[in-house]
């Protein structure tokens, strides 16, 4: 009998093994992203090095904003806690190297998604976290009203390597104004040098104004002007090649929009468990098999909403809260007037 | 020859180029596992982004070749400017060190050990924010002169418009063919005859009486254009017409010669104090004047060792110029390994355009030196 129970027991531990093998899902399998993050046990997240809404670290080193919710939201996702999350300050020069090369797994950081990025350098966009466009900040006693009141000669200072230096182009070029381009490598250059009255205009995404107007002389002598010159949808990026992680990405982003648009938030998401819309059902893990299809647990998206919150309590939090930009205007839930529109998680 | 010698060659060169296949072979492998494509094709593509300050014509509508061009002349530009003024300010400060005066040899010794001792980018932000800082508004600026401006935008300075411009350069051209000859006979004449020729003034009048002429013959005829103020807005002003030089140039020029200028004084003084006491006192006994003991006797033997440390530094100050992206010169970094790398994410064919820019630029300015050097050096007869 005893002959056959050491054998009896290393089938069980074979079968075991096996078991755990399949049980580690096929989604983990196939991305090799996933189980890396779930081996290192944190999200490595690209953000910006400093933009107050967005992504922007206090002084004990915490990152906060709309871009760095969405890397929580995948930490809590996939590893179950929100604060598992390493961040990378990026200048917009070396985002995309930084993810192309691996050495980020996400990039969250006010990143315009354009077909030349999308296509041409190995890059997926996976949604929209905010819908921006370009403005421009003149001084208010200069009695410019509108972009109809520049004139030939204009200087405008703005960041290097961004959509905004073409936008520029297009914009002085249909207006035909000749103008002089000052483009800087960092953002606190750019402010610093419109300060000081070296470009007659500071243009950037109209959220990038708004946060960026703190930080001059004296804010309240500058005005944004009304004109928005381009759509700069702004969202997170991942690299091209790991579909299952690029479908992580994605839904933890629509998750938090459409717990918003379903009235579930942090506080009220353990309670709806027992609602009686399925569509709230499954948004927090109570029906249906959701977890599984993108090699998760089923309580992925109840962990967002309870440790993350939903788009518009990250949104009052980081955006409105601190006063950069209190109107949400095109960021409401298409629901309320705005465009914010995701595909249903069911 | 013996294979033990050539073998440990052999095998370096195996290791190398090894070290350099895996590499290429492992970023293909990467690029194309992540659909990046590989090529410099995108160089003949529409830029489409604009630049403040160019030498040659340009706009968004030109290709990243030309784009890569304005950056290579930016940088050369500022390298230049900056070489020459550092050479000056550095000959001057370190004859300076050698002065007998305690005050001037003080002020050189200050002034050398502050300027190289702070780092070269905290120096770059200093006077550009310092000029930003400091320098007026247009409306505000007192005209030098009456036709020079300098403002927060930029040093407006009048432009010539010229008229028949070839013909003068002709005559210029012209002139130097001229006095390298008489140049030429002048010294025949010294080894033959041994009566000097006085080349100096000959030279400055062909240089002078050349020019006048094709003003006054050959139909040349130039104006000068004064900028004008310009008003943009209620507060906003600017000024048009004449050559606008940025300040980022002004402060970037201005940074890199008086940082390289500390290092090149200190080679100006090893040179000088590295020829022997005798020598000089030898020359004055044979009569000749101080002038002629310094043009002579102690500057040809001190060059020798001034060149080659002195072109370390022309070199770190072209390779240090990439420090422009900080303050928004649109340098070959900026223009190129900046803005076209993000707009066209082809960041492994314009990082290495980039690399074999410098290393010409380099190489380029290392041949001049040693080519000077050995012109230079005593030749032993």
């Given at each position: 009998m005893?002959?056959?129970?050491?054998q009896?027991t290393s089938?069980?531990?074979?079968v075991?093994?096996?078991?755990t093998?399949?049980?580690?899902?096929?989604?983990?399998?196939?991305?090799?992203?996933?189980?890396n993050?779930?081996?290192k046990?944190?999200?490595?997240?690209?953000?910006?090095?400093g933009?107050?809404?967005?992504s922007n670290?206090?002084?004990?080193?915490?990152?906060?904003?709309v871009?760095?919710d969405?890397?929580?939201?995948?930490?809590?996702?996939?590893?179950g806690d929100?604060?598992?999350?390493k961040?990378?300050?990026l200048?917009?020069?070396?985002r995309f190297t930084?993810?192309?090369?691996n050495?980020i797994?996400i990039?969250s950081?006010?990143?315009?998604?354009?077909?030349?990025r999308?296509?041409?350098i190995?890059?997926?966009?996976?949604g929209?976290?905010?819908?921006?466009?370009?403005?421009?900040?003149v001084?208010?006693?200069s009695?410019y009203?509108?972009?109809?009141?520049?004139k030939n000669?204009?200087?405008?200072c703005?960041?290097?390597?961004t959509t905004?230096?073409?936008?520029m182009?297009?914009?002085?070029?249909?207006k035909?104004?000749?103008?002089?381009?000052?483009?800087?490598?960092?953002a606190?250059?750019?402010?610093?040098?419109?300060?000081?009255?070296?470009?007659?205009?500071?243009?950037?995404?109209k959220?990038g104004?708004a946060?960026?107007?703190?930080k001059?002389?004296?804010?309240?002598?500058h005005?944004?002007?009304?004109?928005?010159?381009?759509?700069?949808?702004l969202?997170?990026?991942?690299?091209?090649?790991?579909?299952?992680?690029?479908?992580?990405?994605r839904?933890?982003l629509?998750v938090?929009?459409?717990?918003?648009?379903?009235?579930?938030?942090s506080?009220?998401?353990?309670?709806?468990?027992?609602?009686?819309n399925?569509a709230?059902?499954r948004?927090v893990?109570?029906?249906?098999?959701?977890?599984?299809?993108?090699g998760?647990d089923?309580?992925w998206?109840l962990?967002i909403?309870?440790q993350?919150?939903?788009?518009g309590?990250?949104?009052k939090?980081?955006?409105?809260?601190?006063?950069?930009?209190?109107?949400?205007?095109?960021?409401?839930?298409?629901?309320?007037?705005?465009?914010l529109?995701?595909p249903p998680?069911? | 020859?013996?294979?033990?010698?050539?073998?440990?060659?052999l095998?370096t060169?195996?290791?190398?180029?090894?070290?350099?296949?895996f590499?290429?072979?492992?970023?293909?492998?990467?690029?194309e596992?992540?659909?990046?494509?590989?090529?410099?094709?995108?160089?003949?593509?529409?830029?489409?982004?604009?630049?403040?300050f160019?030498?040659?014509e340009?706009?968004?509508?030109?290709s990243y070749?030309?784009?890569y061009?304005v950056?290579?002349?930016?940088?050369?530009?500022?390298?230049?400017i900056?070489?020459?003024?550092?050479t000056?300010i550095?000959?001057?400060?370190?004859?300076?060190?050698?002065?007998?005066?305690y005050?001037?040899k003080?002020t050189?010794?200050?002034y050398?050990?502050?300027?190289?001792?702070?780092?070269?980018?905290?120096?770059i932000?200093?006077?550009?924010?310092?000029?930003?800082?400091a320098?007026?508004?247009?409306?505000d600026?007192?005209p030098m002169?009456g036709?020079?401006?300098?403002t927060i935008?930029?040093?407006?300075?009048?432009?010539?418009v010229?008229?028949?411009?070839?013909?003068?350069?002709y005559?210029?051209?012209?002139?130097i063919?001229?006095?390298?000859?008489v140049?030429?006979?002048?010294?025949?004449?010294q080894?033959?005859e041994?009566?000097?020729?006085?080349?100096?003034?000959?030279?400055?009048?062909?240089?002078?009486?050349?020019?006048?002429?094709?003003?006054?013959?050959?139909g040349?005829?130039a104006?000068v254009?004064?900028?004008?103020?310009?008003q943009?807005?209620?507060?906003?002003?600017?000024?048009?017409?004449?050559i606008?030089?940025?300040?980022e140039?002004?402060?970037?020029?201005?940074?890199?010669?008086?940082?390289?200028?500390?290092f090149?004084?200190?080679?100006?003084?090893?040179?000088?104090q590295g020829?022997?006491?005798?020598?000089?006192?030898a020359?004055?006994?044979?009569g000749l004047?101080?002038?002629?003991?310094?043009?002579?006797v102690i500057?040809p033997?001190?060059?020798?060792?001034?060149?080659?440390?002195?072109?370390?530094?022309y070199l770190?100050?072209?390779?240090?110029?990439?420090?422009?992206a900080?303050?928004a010169?649109?340098?070959l970094?900026?223009?190129?390994?900046?803005t076209?790398?993000?707009?066209?994410g082809?960041?492994?064919?314009?990082?290495?355009?980039?690399?074999?820019?410098?290393l010409?630029?380099?190489?380029?300015?290392?041949?001049?030196?040693n080519?000077y050097?050995?012109?230079?050096a005593?030749?032993e007869?």
């Amino acid at each position: 009998m005893f002959k056959y129970l050491k054998q009896l027991t290393s089938l069980v531990a074979m079968v075991a093994v096996l078991f755990t093998f399949t049980t580690e899902t096929m989604a983990a399998k196939k991305s090799k992203t996933l189980k890396n993050t779930q081996k290192k046990g944190f999200v490595r997240c690209g953000v910006s090095q400093g933009l107050p809404g967005f992504s922007n670290a206090d002084a004990a080193g915490n990152w906060t904003g709309v871009d760095v919710d969405v890397c929580r939201a995948v930490a809590a996702a996939v590893l179950g806690d929100a604060n598992k999350v390493k961040f990378t300050p990026l200048s917009a020069k070396e985002r995309f190297t930084a993810l192309t090369s691996n050495e980020i797994d996400i990039l969250s950081r006010n990143t315009t998604w354009t077909l030349s990025r999308d296509a041409d350098i190995g890059l997926t966009f996976v949604g929209v976290n905010f819908y921006d466009g370009q403005g421009f900040m003149v001084r208010k006693n200069s009695g410019y009203s509108s972009v109809n009141d520049f004139k030939n000669g204009i200087s405008a200072c703005t960041n290097l390597g961004t959509t905004t230096e073409l936008n520029m182009r297009d914009f002085f070029n249909s207006k035909g104004i000749s103008y002089e381009p000052v483009t800087f490598e960092k953002a606190d250059e750019v402010v610093a040098a419109y300060d000081a009255g070296r470009c007659d205009t500071y243009t950037t995404d109209k959220s990038g104004l708004a946060a960026q107007r703190i930080k001059l002389s004296s804010p309240d002598d500058h005005i944004v002007l009304p004109e928005t010159i381009s759509k700069e949808p702004l969202g997170p990026v991942v690299r091209q090649g790991d579909s299952v992680w690029e479908d992580i990405v994605r839904w933890s982003l629509n998750v938090m929009i459409e717990a918003e648009e379903y009235g579930v938030n942090s506080a009220n998401a353990d309670s709806m468990k027992t609602s009686d819309n399925p569509a709230v059902k499954r948004l927090v893990g109570a029906e249906g098999e959701l977890g599984a299809a993108l090699g998760l647990d089923n309580d992925w998206s109840l962990r967002i909403i309870k440790q993350v919150g939903n788009y518009g309590e990250s949104y009052k939090r980081n955006i409105a809260d601190t006063g950069i930009l209190p109107d949400r205007g095109p960021n409401e839930l298409w629901t309320k007037g705005g465009i914010l529109y995701v595909p249903p998680a069911r | 020859m013996n294979i033990k010698k050539i073998l440990p060659q052999l095998l370096t060169l195996l290791v190398v180029i090894l070290i350099f296949g895996f590499f290429s072979y492992n970023a293909q492998v990467n690029m194309e596992n992540r659909g990046i494509t590989f090529g410099y094709g995108f160089l003949s593509q529409e830029s489409s982004f604009d630049v403040q300050f160019s030498l040659i014509e340009y706009d968004g509508s030109h290709s990243y070749f030309r784009a890569y061009l304005v950056g290579l002349l930016n940088t050369i530009l500022v390298s230049v400017i900056g070489i020459i003024f550092a050479t000056i300010i550095g000959v001057v400060v370190g004859i300076a060190r050698l002065s007998n005066n305690y005050l001037i040899k003080r002020t050189a010794a200050v002034y050398v050990e502050f300027f190289r001792n702070i780092p070269l980018l905290l120096q770059i932000f200093f006077w550009y924010f310092a000029a930003l800082r400091a320098l007026p508004l247009p409306q505000d600026t007192e005209p030098m002169f009456g036709v020079f401006f300098l403002t927060i935008k930029g040093f407006f300075v009048p432009a010539f418009v010229w008229n028949n411009l070839d013909i003068f350069i002709y005559s210029i051209i012209a002139a130097i063919i001229s006095i390298i000859f008489v140049r030429i006979y002048a010294r025949k004449k010294q080894q033959n005859e041994g009566i000097q020729t006085p080349v100096l003034s000959i030279s400055i009048g062909l240089i002078l009486i050349l020019p006048i002429l094709s003003f006054l013959f050959g139909g040349v005829d130039a104006s000068v254009e004064i900028p004008v103020i310009k008003q943009l807005s209620q507060t906003g002003f600017t000024y048009e017409g004449g050559i606008k030089l940025p300040p980022e140039l002004i402060s970037l020029a201005l940074a890199l010669s008086l940082y390289t200028a500390t290092f090149i004084a200190e080679c100006v003084r090893a040179g000088v104090q590295g020829v022997s006491k005798g020598q000089k006192e030898a020359a004055a006994s044979i009569g000749l004047t101080p002038n002629q003991v310094l043009k002579l006797v102690i500057m040809p033997q001190a060059l020798r060792i001034i060149i080659p440390p002195t072109t370390n530094q022309y070199l770190n100050l072209t390779k240090n110029s990439s420090l422009a992206a900080a303050i928004a010169y649109p340098d070959l970094v900026l223009v190129f390994a900046g803005t076209a790398l993000m707009q066209t994410g082809r960041a492994i064919e314009i990082v290495s355009i980039t690399m074999l820019t410098y290393l010409s630029l380099s190489i380029s300015i290392s041949i001049f030196m040693n080519w000077y050097n050995k012109k230079i050096a005593i030749k032993e007869k």
